[in-house]
């Protein structure tokens, strides 16, 4: 009986040992995790029901014409990505309920690396930064504006691919997959015109319209009825690149 007791104290100690030496070298991992506030409304939910539908931009436009609106959610309805409510919003929710766009303005940005303004002096005329339109290259005489030495310094390495759409009979608008510096002025577009809208979306216009943009270039090379048929007939792709 006294051997038994002591070989059952003697297992009873063994376990303990080697328990204690199981935690001693077990190694603790804390994975790391990442949180991001959840935003309390829907982008472009200006009536705050919860859905985005056309009432959201018949909110907009109510409002803008200083009409009362019960419950109107101004930060929801400020899609475009501007300082101030404006026809822009109430315009992206009806692109958007149509499924022109996949996402706002205002989305694109917050999800989208600003680009930084260039340090340094812009690209010589030898080393300029090239348009192609689908298969056919183009040449654009830039401005010398903040908005494209950023756009240079973006495709100064890498080709820049721009799925573009055909929106209201006279343009093709692309998210730039990017931020740029903007300086919007109320200008009227000829054909040719490359604009920078929201900071984030290139246009280039086959026609005309009135809006408030920052101007990027203009196609030299191309006449109306040639950027007509260009650009008319369906989505293009637009590529920069040096």
Avoid: H
Wanted: proline share 4%; net charge negative.
């Amino acid at each position: 009986m006294k051997l038994l007791k002591s070989l059952l104290t003697i297992t009873i100690i063994v376990v303990l040992v080697f328990s204690l030496a199981a935690c001693s070298n077990a190694q603790t991992t804390e994975v790391e995790t990442e949180t991001y506030p959840a935003l309390s409304f829907v982008y472009g939910d200006a009536d705050n029901d919860g859905r985005l539908s056309i009432l959201d931009a018949t909110c907009i436009q109510r409002v803008l014409a200083d009409y009362t609106v019960a419950n109107f959610n101004k930060e929801a309805a400020m899609v475009s990505d501007g300082k101030e409510l404006t026809i822009i919003d109430a315009t992206l929710i009806q692109r958007k309920l149509v499924n022109l766009i996949d996402r706002f303005p205002v989305e694109e940005a917050a999800v989208q690396p600003t680009v930084p303004e260039p340090t340094e002096a812009p690209m010589t005329e030898e080393a300029e930064m090239k348009m192609v339109i689908n298969d056919t290259p183009v040449t654009v005489e830039w401005e010398d504006n903040k908005s494209v030495a950023a756009l240079k310094e973006a495709v100064k390495n890498d080709p820049l691919t721009i799925r573009m759409s055909m929106y209201g009979g006279f343009e093709q608008v692309g998210s730039l997959g990017m931020t740029l510096p903007r300086n919007d002025t109320r200008i009227t577009t000829d054909p040719g015109d490359v604009i920078l809208y929201s900071g984030n979306q290139m246009v280039v216009f086959y026609g005309s319209n009135t809006w408030a943009y920052t101007r990027l270039g203009r196609i030299t090379d191309k006449t109306t009825e040639e950027l007509t048929e260009l650009l008319s007939n369906g989505n293009v792709i637009i590529t920069l690149s040096y």
